[in-house]
């Protein structure tokens, strides 16, 4: 099953976990690996770290 990232247009195979949710929802939106992590590392750069205050 090959699916196309939103972002990047790109082709890819979804994880098996994500294959199963797209057979139930074909609807759904999903991203390629590359682009999931470009994302991911861009959202924990930006959250403010929290002190621990004792």
């Known amino acids: 099953m090959n699916t196309t ?3 990047c247009d790109q082709s890819f ?3 098996p976990q994500q294959q199963k ?5 074909p609807h759904r939106l999903f991203l390629c690996p590359d682009c999931h992590r470009r994302i991911t590392e861009r ?7 929290q002190s621990k205050e004792e």
């Open 5 to 7: 990232c939103i972002l």
């Open 21 to 25: 949710k797209l057979r139930k929802h």
């Open 13 to 15: 195979t979804p994880h």
């Open 43 to 49: 959202l924990r750069s930006n959250q403010p770290h």
